[in-house]
């Protein structure tokens, strides 16, 4: 009994752990440069370390230095926040079906739900013989792992890395490219995925690189709202 | 700022992070029939997001500056090409970001 329960572990993580690869190459890299940057501004790596396990959002991570550098004002930290991270809320509704019936697990899946694990849990075709809610806590957990190591260590060792990895941050970019052809992939139709990258860009151009999330949030979900009789009886939006 | 008031501005963060995550899930609780209109979204909101996400990945490329957004758009080019032939995740990612280093760190 306890043996079985320790292969049913065991397998969920194997099957987990090479979605998380690009993850590892791009948070260590991000990681590295966010406890960096929090070194060079007079940090000492607890902070890197307690923020990126606690907060575990990295933009908001970056941009909370700026905050901590400036006058004390814990208010516009709060709404800062819930404008930034907004984008969670979508992951939240995505999610609900998926993380029914998880127990424990699910407070933890919902609490390290950040951009690279939403997209991997939500998109890996997970084997049948893989059991959903370890391995959707393997990738939550190995992604917190490469970041808050990458952050640390950014943070204890600050300016003496000189290795030349400009650019590894693109595996970031990759993955999200890749996993948006496998839902085009998988999709008959391409309403959403057009209306994502058509409205996200225009807002960006309108409202620019700091402002553009919420004004594309919105967007997203006036216009999908408004197409629902159009997409929702022909079951057009099946997903596998 | 005193550490006091660094941890409440680091609190602040955290528990506006938390909101973000837990909202959906305590206004939509499992036990109950989730409303249609909100299932719909879940089921329509991720393609649009991951769309999303591609655009904020690149939101600080600008086409009239530094490299043009040519090492970009040749490594996305190198990804959707290796993801449309061999349909290895991994293959793609590693390609693409192999090619970005090169073009980023050798050419431009």
């Known amino acids: 009994m306890v043996q079985s329960e320790r292969g049913v572990v065991v397998r969920a993580f194997k099957a987990a752990f090479p979605y998380t690869l690009p993850i590892f190459a791009g948070f260590e890299f991000l990681g590295l440069t966010y406890g960096m940057y929090m070194n060079v501004s007079g940090f000492s790596f607890l902070y890197p370390l307690f923020m990126s396990m606690l907060i575990f959002a990295g933009s908001m991570e970056f941009i909370t230095v700026s905050l901590l550098l400036t006058a004390f004002n814990p208010l516009q930290a709060f709404l800062m926040t819930l404008m930034i991270n907004a984008r969670h809320l979508f992951y939240g509704l995505s999610m609900l079906e998926k993380f029914k019936g998880l127990g424990w697990k699910k407070i933890y899946l919902i609490y390290g739900m950040c951009d690279e694990t939403f997209s991997i849990n939500f998109s890996a075709r997970i084997p049948v013989d893989v059991d959903r809610g370890w391995f959707m806590v393997f990738v939550t957990a190995l992604n917190q792992v490469y970041w808050v190591s990458g952050a640390t260590l950014g943070g204890l060792f600050g300016s003496m890395i000189t290795l030349n990895t400009e650019g590894i941050d693109f595996a970031m970019t990759a993955m999200f490219v890749v996993i948006f052809m496998e839902q085009w992939i998988r999709d008959r139709d391409h309403t959403s995925s057009l209306l994502g990258l058509a409205l996200s860009f225009v807002c960006l151009l309108v409202f620019g690189a700091d402002n553009f999330i919420i004004p594309s949030m919105i967007a997203i979900l006036l216009v999908l709202t408004l197409l629902r009789s159009h997409l929702e009886p022909r079951g057009k939006v099946g997903l596998a | ?108």
Do not use: D
């Open chain 2, 1 to 108: 700022m005193t550490l006091l008031q660094q941890i409440i501005t680091i609190g602040a963060v955290v528990v506006g992070t938390l909101i973000t995550r837990f909202l959906p899930f305590l206004i939509f609780p499992a036990g109950k029939e989730t409303p249609r209109y909100v299932k719909y979204l879940g089921k329509v909101l991720p393609a649009a997001v991951f769309g999303l996400l591609v655009i904020y990945c690149l939101r600080n490329v600008s086409v009239f500056s530094g490299s043009h957004a040519i090492p970009e758009l040749i490594s996305i080019a190198v990804v959707v090409v290796l993801h449309l032939w061999k349909r290895q995740m991994l293959l793609s990612i590693a390609g693409g970001t192999v090619c970005y280093m090169l073009l980023v760190q050798l050419v431009f």
